[in-house]
């Protein structure tokens, strides 16, 4: 899939009101929602695209109360150029994947504890 860089370019805008920024914010929102199977798709995440569409719930709800309308603005804008980073491929796995620190998708432990519990599982 050929991507020009300018195919998620927006202007920058100023919330006029709450409603306006309402607005902003669940459009962004929906925007996500809909690249999460395009996001699992380009970099080979390997979890469903219901855990993919949790933590980018989760990022929204955590700016869920700011009260100042230019905060909301300057959230609206960093998440817009995230996702035009993501959806133009710029970013790599690794820098995906660090969003998804808590699900552990590669089994129990990654690590042996210890060199000798290591050696006996029969890992490098």
Known sequence: MAVTPTQF???TAQSANWTE???RVLASYRE???GAPEVQTMYNMPMPISVIRNRMRQ???RNRFV???SAV???LFKSHAEYQEMMNFWKQTTH????FKDENFRGDTR???SFMSGFLQGRN
């Open 111 to 113: 690590l042996p504890n």
């Open 32 to 34: 996500w929602l809909r």
């Open 9 to 11: 370019a927006k202007k």
């Open 73 to 75: 603005d300057v959230l």
């Open 59 to 61: 990022e929204f709800e």
């Open 21 to 23: 920024a309402k607005r």
């Open 67 to 69: 009260s100042k309308l």
């Open 96 to 99: 995906v994947m660090s969003y």
